[in-house]
């Protein structure tokens, strides 16, 4: 099957620490996302790549790293600088980043809790 | 792109049509209406998009208003499983794939 998956679901991290959230797809695409979602809250844009060995700083960067070495791949990695790293995060693909955006698909989630 | 309202919150019994209204005032004449729903701690779900006519898909439909400041999703037969936050985004088709999502419409649906 097709699709985009994200690991681990949950994901405990303690204060202080760097976490790095997997996202992979077998989907060929070229463009990968990575969002934040607060409780109640909408989706916010952290980083994009739109192709390999690309990414680019979204709306709330600080805190937080990508690589994109390989095309199906897009980690996040949430440093010990991100001030409230407790969220819900999502991850994202489409063919590329003109595409129209009902070609987006998203990922289950990782859910990370600092304790 | 232009700014989206929705109610916080909406009830609806199974079975019955869900009406789930947007408003968008400021949308400009090259942007599309998008409707996404996301159940709880899952991603986000594409259900409907629509420029100025009136959209039915499999999911959904989606009236526009004549000028386009507002629109509403229809759920014809609503069913527990519909119970999610839906997301209406008003963005240009062209604009790619960065999407802002606001705070949605959270639909109960009630046996």
């Known amino acids: 099957d097709g699709g985009i998956t994200q690991s681990p679901k949950y994901l405990f991290r303690k204060e202080g620490q760097n976490v790095t959230l997997s996202c992979e797809q077998n989907?060929?695409?070229?463009?990968m996302y990575w969002y934040r979602q607060d409780p109640g809250q909408g989706l916010r844009l952290i980083y994009y790549?739109?192709?390999?060995?690309?990414?680019q700083k979204g709306d709330i960067a600080e805190g937080y790293s990508v690589s994109r070495e390989k095309k199906e791949s897009f980690p996040l990695t949430v440093t010990s600088a991100q001030k409230n790293p407790t969220a819900f995060y999502l991850c994202?693909?489409?063919?590329?980043?003109?595409?129209?955006?009902?070609?987006?698909?998203f990922g289950p989630g990782t859910r990370l809790l600092v304790l | 792109d232009a700014k989206t309202t929705q109610p916080p919150s909406m009830d609806c019994a199974e079975g019955r049509a869900a009406n789930l209204p947007c408003n968008h005032s400021?949308?400009?004449?090259?942007?599309?209406v998008y409707w996404y729903r996301q159940i709880h701690s899952q991603g986000p779900q594409y259900i409907i998009h629509?420029?100025?006519n009136n959209e039915t898909n499999e999911m959904a439909s989606l009236i526009i208003t004549e000028d386009r400041k507002s629109s509403t999703l229809i759920l014809p037969h609503a069913t527990l499983r519909d119970t999610a936050v839906y997301y209406c985004i008003v963005t240009k088709r062209s604009a790619g794939n960065m999407l802002t999502f606001g705070g949605g419409t959270r639909l109960m649906v009630k046996p």
């Open positions: 400021t949308i400009s004449g090259n942007e599309y």
């Open positions: 790549s739109q192709i390999v060995n690309d990414f």
């Open positions: 629509g420029l100025k």
């Open positions: 989907l060929n695409h070229d463009a």
């Open positions: 994202a693909s489409s063919i590329d980043h003109a595409s129209p955006p009902e070609t987006q698909y």
